[in-house]
């Protein structure tokens, strides 16, 4: 075990793609209550959370050629994953008509499609950046932060947005463009 | 003006929050333009991604590690294809003739490699169980699917054992075999280890019962002596 401890996330993900369950369980090990978190935000309900979260490793398991082991963004790729199907139960259970779920969907929908340069992030590296996006998050005003959630954690697209907040969706698109322009300066300065 | 209007969708994109006129707006801007700022891209895909690492962070059950184990093996089949065809696929095209010989030795030798991996991993396994302590929705469970046999198997197996006719038999003989085997390997392991230490209790407990007859007599002794 204190072996494949030391192993990158690199290394780990070239193992599953061998389909080692070991390495996708150290995987599961290094990854769960990152992820986890982040669903739960979403979906709020612990057994729901629970249950996505599951999938999210069966469907790593499932479509690990799917991953680009060029850019090797792991990180990346898997916490956008753990959202879009986070968000697609959400919208699910809400009653948001989508088409069925199969393996094309999926690949279509909750695979990510991530950049084809890329700089990579690993997961230490951002928990210790915990408090640098703390402070960039609260440097934005009340709105450009309300819109940022909805979009991010409440998986609204602009109109859904627009309509909650009784705003134009072109308003509200500049609101997500400001925040998220705004969020990336704060971060960088923060480096 | 392009790279202007590149960076607006890809800030929108990056949120999942395009409609589907700017969806195809920037899916042709990906495939046409030479110049697409596929760096930025990146930048924002990776921000937002950073965005989550501002929560506190919370934890799963940790049976949940075992849930996801039997969905996993739920999916062999599926996966046991893929390998099948990733394997088909590393094989370097031969002549027809050839490639028919090739073929039925490939399916003998993938047969012999496979249970021979199973005895293998199931070795393994069993080491893990004897030599290391049991710590239920810890490590073992993703190690069991690996041997490709689950908690079901062992259940089956033992209400099998109860007189219970009712198992479920859709593997091939080899393999239903290799379970039955590691299944009872598995019960003997349990069963001898539980045995082995209820043999050390009672001689613990018959060493304890002399020692406190020995003091008696020493007491009793005693108290005559004072007498």
């Known amino acids: ?191 | 003006m392009d790279k202007k209007k590149c960076l607006e969708l890809i800030k929108l994109e990056v949120l999942g929050c395009l409609n589907e006129t700017d969806t195809e707006s920037l899916k042709i801007m990906k495939e046409k333009n030479d110049d697409f700022p596929w760096m930025e891209l990146s930048d924002y895909q990776n921000l937002v991604a950073l965005i989550p690492s501002a929560l506190e962070m919370k934890y799963p059950a940790s049976e949940l590690k075992d849930k996801t184990a039997m969905k996993l093996y739920n999916i062999r089949d599926e996966i046991k294809a893929k390998i099948d065809a990733k394997k088909a696929l590393e094989i370097p095209s031969l002549p027809v003739e050839e490639q028919l010989e090739s073929e039925e030795k490939f399916v003998i030798e993938e047969k012999v490699e496979v249970e021979e991996k199973v005895f293998a991993e199931a070795e393994e396994g069993f080491h893990i169980n004897t030599d290391e302590p049991l710590t239920p929705g810890k490590d073992e469970s993703f190690r069991i699917v690996s041997n490709f046999k689950e908690k079901n198997e062992s259940k089956n197996l033992t209400s099998e054992t109860h007189g219970n006719t009712d198992v479920s038999v859709s593997k091939t003989a080899p393999e239903k075999d290799v379970i039955e085997k590691i299944t009872r390997d598995y019960i003997n392991t349990q069963m001898e280890s539980e045995i082995d230490l209820l043999n050390q209790s009672i001689k613990k407990n018959k060493i304890l019962s002399f020692i406190f007859f020995l003091i008696t007599l020493i007491l009793i002794g005693a108290l005559y002596f004072i007498k």
Request: net charge negative.
């Open chain 1, 1 to 191: 075990m204190a072996e494949s401890n030391s192993l990158t996330d690199a290394e780990i993900m070239l193992k599953i793609a061998g389909y080692d369950s070991k390495a996708l369980e150290q995987l599961y090990d290094r990854y769960a209550p990152f992820l986890y978190t982040l669903i739960k935000k979403i979906v709020i309900d612990k057994e729901t959370s629970e249950e996505i979260l599951s999938d999210v490793f069966v469907i790593i398991w499932r479509q690990i050629d799917q991953f680009d082991f060029k850019t090797n963004n792991i990180y990346t790729w898997l916490v956008t994953l753990a959202r879009n199907k986070a968000i697609d139960v959400l919208n699910r259970r809400g009653g948001k008509m989508l088409p069925d779920y199969n393996d094309e969907y999926e690949k279509e929908h909750i695979i990510p499609k991530l950049s084809k340069e890329v700089e990579t992030l690993e997961l230490e590296e951002v928990l210790n950046r915990k408090e640098k996006m703390e402070k960039a998050l609260s440097s934005l005003t009340d709105a450009q932060r309300y819109v940022l959630e909805l979009s991010y954690y409440g998986g609204m697209d602009q109109e859904e947005i627009a309509n909650k907040l009784k705003i134009p969706t072109v308003t509200v698109k500049s609101k997500l463009q400001v925040a998220i322009g705004n969020l990336m300066q704060k971060l960088s300065e923060a480096k």
